[in-house]
């Protein structure tokens, strides 16, 4: 049973013949956030979304157990999650003669293909082409919101000032101290849940109740603190001391519910963009959405070269239809986000819009992982069972290298996620020997005393690394499609090699036996935290957006999602694109009330 209010109806009547303030594209984290400032603001929204709106909790299901379910959470026959192996050895388009009807990225295969085959893309119907990327794509209201890994993290000034602290690529053209207030504003109105630290290099948030850690998590924070490292419960997105502003929203009850599907929470304490913004949005009377529509090019006035609305066809029908506004604001994620802009070409803007620097598809980053350990906690074995997967989540490691130190074989750093104790599934049967009662035995007696823990490092931002379009390849609805100029480089790699070497040495410094390494890095895409081709950046020539992500050649554009992002930092990315956006529309707004759009 769930206790979400209903949320306001959808079915809206939108007068395609109005010029909006504001049109958004997307409405995910980044488009949630400017519906949220700019109706907040008295401001007339309209905001296209290429996806369905889904009867969500039914979909997730949250408390649902794996017996309860006709297929144990897999999806009905016809459906099929790709595989690291298919990423590896095969090259995009992945779904290309695949037998099966519907084809989805690797999420689908995270025990529950039953609960995301509506809120992952098709990959059939979504192809893209060039080098290996596991694109990971939600098309739906609130975009990948609905299952996002809820971990919610600030940049600092490593991130914000990279350049100047090791002299890498580029600095933002912020700083901390200018996004600090919008952070602050984001914990408040959504809700997180953390311990306070004091890290230069992860600044805190404005925390609420936080997870408990385990008996082994204890046992590693207590280890690490004699390494001059830490380990700091989950910093999660998700409101655990209830929103009062917000009647939308649960507090988290702990049902253990995130730790045993794909992603998600039925009663929406995790945050996610309907209920956390669109939904509110909506209430203030000023918020229109059109679902179903697929944005394909940003429109420009011939005379002024400004932007003048979106064209886009919906998705059921295939008709094509323009919306108008005197503000267009992208926010479709990073790598949809540079798809439009390189089909939004014009005589004004004939390499795409606000393209002259050349810059949109490039600087292209993220995050690479795989490498991992996973320890016993031999105090643990034949304990009576806790029920430790009740919280939204394990714990969090922040960086620790080329913060005082300069490490020899690459520059920046990587964090680890992890967690440890009882689960629902107790993952050690696998590869326990025997059989019958001592089989049985074994398993229980070792379940809760496992922990493990996986790297998340910074990919620098290069330029030669990009995607644009294919000139041949179209997606289902007959748009070009993007192509992958993709690839890790040797700074990664070596990264990798160190997150062995050092996840072994923690465990080990805690007491903690080792009793597995991961060592290969997992195909470029697999974070799901892409970021960086349209950066902002004060120079027009070498950067697409503003500080204020306002387009360098078109005033009233505006790109909000982790496109804007100038490195991809360690930490995960979507409360920065959050704090980010409400900052720029703010100034948006400001702008548009004076004018000056
Ligand atoms: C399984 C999973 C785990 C994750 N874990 C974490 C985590 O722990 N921490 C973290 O910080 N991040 C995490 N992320 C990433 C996080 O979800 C994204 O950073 C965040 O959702 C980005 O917001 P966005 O608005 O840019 O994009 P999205 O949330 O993807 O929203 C974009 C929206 O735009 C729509 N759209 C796309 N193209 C068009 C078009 N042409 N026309 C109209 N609409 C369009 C899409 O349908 C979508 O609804 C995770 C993601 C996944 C999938
Ligand atoms: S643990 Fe909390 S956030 Fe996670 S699904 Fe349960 S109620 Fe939701």
């Not at 809820?150 to 002299?167: E, N, V």
């Not at 960086?532 to 004060?538: I, K, L």
């Not at 009233?556 to 360690?570: E, I, M, R």
């Amino acid at each position: 049973m769930t206790s979400v209010k209903t949320p306001p109806p959808l079915s809206q009547d939108v007068d395609l013949s109005k010029t909006y303030d504001a049109v958004i594209v997307g409405s995910g984290a980044a488009g949630g956030m400017a519906a949220h400032v700019l109706t907040e603001q008295g401001m007339d929204v309209l905001m296209l979304e290429a996806g369905k709106k889904l009867p969500i909790e039914q979909e997730l299901r949250s408390m649902q157990w794996p017996y309860d379910h006709p297929r144990r959470g897999d999806a009905p026959p016809g459906y099929h999650s790709l595989s690291f192996n298919e990423y590896t050895i095969r090259t995009p388009p992945y779904a290309k003669g695949s037998t099966f009807k519907h084809v989805m990225s690797y999420v689908g295969g995270w025990g529950g293909s039953d609960y995301v085959k509506n809120i992952l893309v098709d990959e059939k119907d979504h192809p893209y082409t060039g080098t290996k990327y596991a694109w990971v794509r939600a098309r739906a209201l609130g975009g990948k919101t609905n299952i996002w890994g809820r971990l919610a993290l600030r940049l600092s000034d490593y991130d914000f000032k990279g350049k100047t602290h090791d002299g890498y690529g580029d600095d933002w053209p912020i700083s901390y101290a200018d996004i600090e207030p919008y952070y602050d504003r984001v914990d408040r109105y959504l809700g997180i849940s953390g311990v306070k630290e004091n890290l230069p290099q992860l600044p805190d948030s404005l925390f609420q109740r936080p997870n408990k850690l385990s008996f082994g998590e204890v046992k590693l924070r207590e280890g690490l603190k004699k390494m001059g490292r830490v380990l700091t419960p989950y910093r999660a997105g998700v409101t655990t001391d209830g929103l009062k502003h917000n009647k939308y929203r649960s507090k988290c009850y702990g049902r253990g519910a995130c730790d045993r599907r794909p992603g998600g929470c039925d009663i929406h304490a995790a945050f996610d963009s309907p209920t956390g913004l669109i939904y509110p949005a909506m209430d203030t009377g000023h918020l229109t959405i059109r679902t179903n529509s697929i944005a394909h090019e940003v429109l420009v006035d011939p005379n002024s070269g400004k932007a003048r609305g979106v064209a886009f066809v919906d998705s059921g029908t295939r008709k094509s239809y323009e919306a108008k506004a005197k503000v267009v604001i992208v926010g479709a994620s990073t790598l949809e986000s540079a798809r439009l802009l390189l089909l939004s070409r014009s005589p004004q803007h004939p390499n795409g819009i606000g393209n002259s620097s050349g810059h949109v598809g490039h600087n292209f980053c993220e995050h690479v992982m795989g490498p991992g350990v996973t320890g016993l906690v031999k105090d643990l074995v034949g304990k009576p069972p806790t029920l430790d997967d009740g919280r939204p989540g394990g714990f969090y490691i922040p960086r620790f290298r080329n913060l005082k130190d300069r490490q020899p074989g690459f520059v920046r750093g990587y964090g680890f996620e992890g967690s440890g104790g009882f689960s629902i599934f107790p993952g050690n049967a696998f590869g326990t020997p025997g059989f019958g009662a001592q089989f049985k035995k074994d398993v229980r007696d070792h379940a809760g005393a496992f922990i493990g823990m996986g790297g998340f490092g910074e990919v620098l931002s290069r330029y030669e690394n990009y995607v644009d379009l294919d000139p041949d390849a179209k997606d289902a609805w007959g748009i070009p499609t993007l192509r992958f100029h993709y690839q890790f480089g040797d700074n990664e790699k070596k990264m990798c090699e160190d997150m062995v070497v050092a996840g072994r040495e923690m465990l080990e410094a805690a007491g903690i036996e080792v009793v597995g390494t991961d060592e290969k890095m997992l195909t470029e895409g697999w974070s799901i935290h892409e970021l960086g081709t349209a950066r902002m950046g004060s120079d027009p020539k070498a950067s697409v957006l503003n500080q204020f992500q306002q387009s360098h050649d078109v005033k009233n554009l505006f790109v909000v999602d982790g496109s804007s992002h100038v490195s991809a930092s360690c930490q995960n990315p979507t409360w920065t694109i959050m704090a980010l956006a409400w900052r720029s529309c703010e100034y948006l707004a400001g702008e548009f009330k004076k004018g000056n759009l």
